[in-house]
């Protein structure tokens, strides 16, 4: 229902796009996100949009580096992700949802998950 691809390894300052492509089943919903996870650690929010529009939501960690964008024609969104550096190392989940606006920064509001792709940044 959601297939993400474009991870690798990369070196630090490196550039790195990733892809999430949705099925109908799962274009309905209304947001769509990223996020990432370590062994050992919580999953952590990334960055998320609407599909009808307005301003991507980004993570302190990543904003003026990542930059999330969307072709509603592709049921696709997109996360280009420059100035890479070893703590972005994560397996990189996208995810779509329901969250209303206030809540897109948190997990519990999404309903299907992506298999993953592994992000490594070498130093």
């Known amino acids: 229902q959601l297939q993400a691809s474009g991870g690798g390894l990369v070196q630090a300052g490196g550039s790195l796009k990733l892809s999430c492509v949705a099925s109908?089943?799962?274009?309905?919903?209304?947001?769509m996100a990223w996020f990432r996870q370590v062994p050992g650690k919580d999953r952590e929010f990334v960055a998320a949009?609407?599909?009808?529009?307005?301003?991507?939501l980004y993570a302190s960690s990543v904003k003026g580096r990542f930059t999330m964008s969307k072709d509603n024609a592709k049921n696709t969104v997109y996360l280009q992700m420059n100035s890479l550096k070893p703590e972005d190392t994560a397996v990189y989940y996208c995810?779509?949802?329901?969250?209303?606006?206030?809540?897109?920064?948190?997990?519990?509001?999404?309903?299907?998950w992506g298999q993953g792709t592994q992000v490594t940044v070498s130093s």
């Open positions: 109908e089943r799962t274009f309905s919903r209304r947001g």
């Open positions: 995810a779509t949802g329901n969250p209303i606006i206030s809540a897109m920064h948190l997990s519990d509001g999404y309903t299907y």
């Open positions: 949009l609407r599909w009808s529009g307005g301003s991507p």
